[in-house]
């Protein structure tokens, strides 16, 4: 072999690429589901006191705008925006006010959700509670001294754990706190299928229920193992607690608190840009009544005592001066970050905000579709969640009956569309289509009027407005199959006659109805 080729035979298997090393990391989480659901509430409170407070107790939040320390000196009022609230409310709007309800006929499910005030107040705590917390439970109760209906009571996230088993959902345990001769205790409820059970806990030690005496009528009870008397609900599976719901707010929390930030900062630039009076000392404000120089505030600082000078050329004036505030750097920062918290959530027109500055009309009607995404999220999950409320608490009636399960029912749920055109822009598209004669007149009052009217009431106006265009439903002429047959069987005369007689009359109701329709 030759020297060349040897030379590039030992190049070509120069090449060695070893594996990786492993390598271990070790992060810590900063907070538990339960501690992620109290900053929830806090953001959703809205309070800049409860802000500071809960921010100012985590060791990781110095660096914040709300866990930062002020100087004792130098004071800044720190300003929240009130923005997750806001989000919140609307949504649960945009969602409940196209509400109509199920289309469950049974009395019983009638009377528990006016007793529960399900449709009209429950469903509004749920949302709200879902959106900030992330998920959350019903459940089922019966107490004869309240009522002889069930009794559903929701409870938010924080409050319940959910116990899975092979990646299914096989328990749901409530928890609440019982004050008895000032020591607290945990009650755990624990509803599984075909059964319910109670715990009570002190510092973690099992104790007997009737140590509470509010809790001592409590009894496990057992039923059909196919049946649980408690129905979850989350809108998004948390990426971070394996299990549970995800609230809105998560990875939000830094927009939010930067948009706080630059809040506090406008308005601290407003007040500081106030007008200031350079006044001397001998022609400042004094106090009537003891003759001292009156001084200002940090709040209404007006004016700056300046040091009298003994020259001739003294002239003892009053200067003004004012500050000038760049109001477009802070618009800008303050839309960036509203932006930021509104991403994947909500569009700034459905809040009512007005970005037109920055956004064409296109923009703004892409951002609304996001409105749209989480609109229709939530419906989706409502209309799973309820009709397995309405068909629980259907079974949990039988149940305490004594009665064979019921197979579950089909049930609708009700939810209009959002953000319909006006009436005056559904007149016009629909007048363009009766004109052009591409819609029926019934087809022009079902799109005009929707679900907001009846069936009957549409027949009727549909009746009142051909009559008043002079349109007439003429009825096709009924075939008489007997008649028929006799004319096989007659005679040529009476065949002659059969056919005879009918010329006149047909002639004169035809000439009536067509003077009729050129009336």
Known sequence: MKLGERVKNMIKSWLDIRPAQGQTFLINENMDFQANCIRNKIWYRGDSHELAEFYGQLPYADDTFWGA???ADIRMKKSHSGLPKLIIKTIINTVMTDYSGDDVEDEYWKEVN???EFDSKMLKTILSDLLHIGDGAIKINYDADITDKAILEWVEGSKVEFVYKRGRLVELVFKSYHEENRTTYLLEEHYGYGYITYKLLKDDKEVPLKTVDALASLKDIKFDKSVM???PIMLNESAKYKGRGESIFDGKYDSFDSLDEIISQWLEAVRAGRAIKYIPEDLLPKDPETGEIVMGNPFDNKFIKTEATAGENDKKQIDVAQPEIPTDQYLQSYITF??????GIISPST???DNKKLDNAEAQREKEKTTLYTRGLIIDTLTEFIP????TVLKSRDQMEKKPVPVDIEISVKFGEYNNPSFEAQVETVGKGKT??????????DELYGDSKDEKWKQEEVAKLKAEQGIVDIEEPAVNFDAEMNVADATDTDVDTIKKEPETEPKEDKKDQEQVINE
């Open 114 to 116: 006016q007793e529960n």
């Open 338 to 343: 509203l932006d930021l918290c509104l991403q």
């Open 69 to 71: 320390a002020q100087t």
């Open 436 to 445: 052009q004669g591409i819609m029926s007149i019934e087809a022009c009052v």
């Open 351 to 353: 809040l009512g905000i």
């Open 229 to 231: 008397w408690a129905v």
């Open 388 to 391: 397995k409320v309405i068909n």
